[in-house]
């Protein structure tokens, strides 16, 4: 796109060449052919030294910059809008059944719904009104996907998985696995015996919540495994059997939840932080990025952080200790100098 | 189902309405028209407020409930019996190789073998008695799957691999990808190259042994990736090339054994733990969540946890330090001020 | 492949049985019908008691063998060479586009291109020369796949995703997915709302990249995520959006790197390791397995682990804490036992 019709779209003014733009870019990461932008002067040495072909900049910017100028009101929002333009259009799931996707006669299709090509749609399943199912999709017997879900291609949803409204399922999602259960021990004769526990129940994920690509739910053991409303789940993390996510609350890449815990409201579990099963976490806590929680944590701490999971005071009592040692090492070492001197002197003094 | 037609299955007694119940729960997750059970006195404060509309509980229990009760000698295994009635009907795998799929005109099926919707098993592969291959698998050449192994949707093995009988293998599975294998370093002209070696074996899985969804498990440099019989691997985990996992072990989830590491008889590997390459694990060993292992463990210590991992009472040995400091500084502030005294008085005592 | 035929293949002689051998493997792990190697007369315990059929020795070895031996100048080179002659063929992947697979009319196939079964390709794509697009890849509308790159199955690439020349995707890679961000609050009425960023950017792979089996990629909110050339990514790693790694790097299993950070140039990100958002990690730094980096790495050190990452001294430092603590009490108690003594001394010596 132009720069100068891109300024006509943004409502901004061109200054300078009007060069051709194909991406948005951070100053720093632009290639020539990019739009950046700035709003801040005390960025002004980042302008110098951007290879961006155009840059958005405030009405009152006087420091000028090594490229074309897009001088808008707002340069955030508008490289925000620019970047809408340049996005690669999201792709149109029209309504209908792909002819090689394969949906079982019995499954129950609502309004206007999309399946894409090389989907398996079993029996008994159910697809609301305006849902998207793209290609190479698992659904599996008596699945219900409520209306306005989009799940992403390769994703596979085991038989009984019910999934609310406006949810979206990204590539790879594995919902309703075996969760991992196993009873072992000794035969009477001393052999080893391990048997897996029948996961007899299900995984049901509320409305409008978002999973990221290959993130795995298991199925309860009995019951359900639950996911509450507007609950966001990153990459790759992992939800054991029977967990209860309550809603509102955030998941972030390779964490995991093991079996049967539960997670309040409005939680923020960060990156590759872990949740001991069969305890409670309560509403609005956060868990630090890799801080394992061993124990409930009753809100009393807000954020936590560590292994096992600590306030961050205690934290870094932890990490100031050499420090802390050193110092009464010294103080050990003038102790006995001085009773050292004492006790010479006392000698003398006795003598 | 009515409650009442669930007492005489379970050989209980109804008391209360005759309700519709359609799931089982545990009682505090339990909603309406879920079946609850308790078997303990002590709970009887979540019998009161549970939201259950039926709870089996023993004969003997006088502490009343909210709903209906359904009286049986065992709860909890009454329970397991009514999920098995609730749960949705496990899907029936039938024998026969699906329109769809494609299976090479060379490849060994045994008998009764499924093999579902556009799956691809590539020549040479041989596939055992009572396979079930679902949808969307991609069996590469010359693979060799046992009897009665389960391979559900979209899991994939790389040509060679080799799995026991009896095995169950989740969505998302991938075996035999490369191991993560280069040399590197810097030509004669000063320039670095990177060069992939080549990972020429495979990987082999014994009898029994299940994997959890999107587990990785990598082919070997040379000979085999090993995985001894009834090991259990959750969801996942990542194991490298050319490990050895002797049999009778668990993995749990997002847990990862670098290339080489050898795993004994009977360990248990923790949730998102971690095990260095090139170590040995001594048999009965398990290392605890979020544990680092660097170096190999010859089963002195049965239990380890921490990054190094230590045992646990190393690790509450660090997380106590912070306390043990703040007592060594009083204690230290008591002996200067009894040294300042005794100073004090010797001057007087001497002069 | 018969031990005399092996010995004439590799240059050596054979000494023993003409044996049956079908693989390679390691002295201690070889089974029957494995050849195994050794160089080294401190390893002549290990040969002993092999269950090798044969064994690779140098000419000067002395120290027997309880199996067949082949005799090389150099055994380790010599088991390489035979790990090759018994490794599974590679698969043949023809150049043509398998019937089944669905690649849009629009899409520019380069020479010479492999696509497999049940393979979509959408509709703007390019694919380059001598590229092989294995069975069951989703790549989105618009992607483009420089020449001789190698894709393995259930790949996933959603739209607008840019990768070099001579790339590796192992299976159950997925490019491009939404990366994670959200806005959330109160409403005036008090309830709270949290709604979706657009991710308009896309994922960008440069030249000799290889990406391990299950690892995510997000597409950026605005620009592109981008690794950069030969940088080498093991499997189950997570890459947020917007990620910048500048090349010849590598990230090793089940590592992290959250949005908007920057990865310098010949960097090792080790196992289960965590980069924090936003910040940067100078050219040639290490980060150790599970260190946690919360803030910018500027190279002054050039190994960091821990979490909070931090020195190997450091670490060290905590680790010996306990120990250094027992030590100071131990001072204390004999400073408190000699200040005891003294006070009586000068109890007398006053007295």
């Known amino acids: 796109m132009k720069a100068s019709e891109l300024a006509r779209v943004l409502g901004g003014t061109l200054e300078g060449d009007d060069v051709d733009l194909f991406a948005c870019g951070g100053l720093e990461e632009a290639r020539p052919g990019d739009l950046s932008f700035c709003k801040d002067?005390?960025?002004?040495?980042?302008?110098?030294?951007?290879?961006?072909?155009?840059?958005?900049?405030?009405?009152?910017?006087?420091?000028?910059?090594?490229?074309?100028?897009?001088?808008?009101?707002?340069?955030?929002?508008?490289?925000?809008?620019?970047?809408?333009?340049?996005?690669?259009?999201?792709?149109?799931?029209?309504?209908?059944?792909?002819?090689?996707?394969?949906?079982?006669?019995?499954?129950?299709?609502?309004?206007?719904?999309?399946?894409?090509?090389?989907?398996?749609?079993?029996?008994?399943?159910?697809?609301?009104?305006?849902?998207?199912?793209?290609?190479?999709?698992?659904?599996?017997?008596?699945?219900?996907?409520?209306a306005g879900t989009h799940i992403y291609p390769q994703v596979t949803l085991r038989e009984g998985t019910i999934i609310g409204r406006d949810c979206i399922l990204h590539c790879g999602v594995r919902l309703g696995g075996d969760g991992y259960g196993f009873t072992n021990g000794r035969r009477e004769d001393g052999s080893i015996f391990i048997e897996k526990i029948p996961q007899l129940g299900i995984v049901e994920i509320g409305d409008g919540v978002e999973i990221g690509s290959n993130t795995t739910i298991d199925r309860a053991r009995i019951g359900r495994t639950y996911i509450g409303p507007m609950t966001k789940?990153?990459?790759?993390?992992?939800?054991?059997?029977?967990?209860?996510?309550?809603?509102?609350?955030?998941?972030?890449?390779?964490s995991g939840v093991a079996g049967s815990a539960e997670i309040g409201a409005g939680c923020l579990i960060w990156a590759q932080a872990g949740i001991s099963g069969h305890i409670k976490i309560a509403d609005g806590v956060q868990v630090g990025p890799q801080a394992g929680v061993p124990q409930s944590l009753d809100g009393s701490a807000k954020y936590v952080i560590g292994t096992p999971a600590m306030s961050m005071k205690e934290l870094a009592a932890i990490t100031l200790a050499p420090k802390l040692i050193s110092k009464l090492k010294v103080e050990i070492k003038a102790l006995k100098a001085e009773l050292e001197a004492l006790k010479a002197e006392h000698g003398r003094g006795a003598g």
Chains 1, 2, 3 share one sequence.
């Not at 993390?237 to 972030?252: A, C, M």
Request: glycine share 10%; proline share 8%; aromatic share 4%.
């Open 233 to 254: 789940i990153d990459n790759l993390v992992q939800i054991g059997h029977n967990v209860k996510v309550k809603g509102y609350s955030g998941l972030i890449a390779q």
């Open 41 to 146: 002067p005390r960025h002004a040495a980042l302008v110098a030294t951007t290879k961006a072909s155009a840059v958005l900049l405030p009405p009152d910017w006087d420091r000028g910059a090594p490229c074309a100028v897009i001088r808008v009101a707002d340069p955030d929002h508008a490289c925000m809008a620019a970047a809408r333009l340049f996005a690669p259009p999201e792709p149109v799931r029209a309504p209908g059944v792909h002819p090689t996707a394969l949906v079982d006669s019995s499954v129950r299709l609502g309004k206007e719904v999309h399946v894409g090509a090389f989907t398996v749609i079993e029996k008994g399943a159910e697809i609301g009104d305006n849902a998207v199912i793209e290609a190479q999709v698992f659904v599996g017997e008596g699945c219900r996907i409520g």
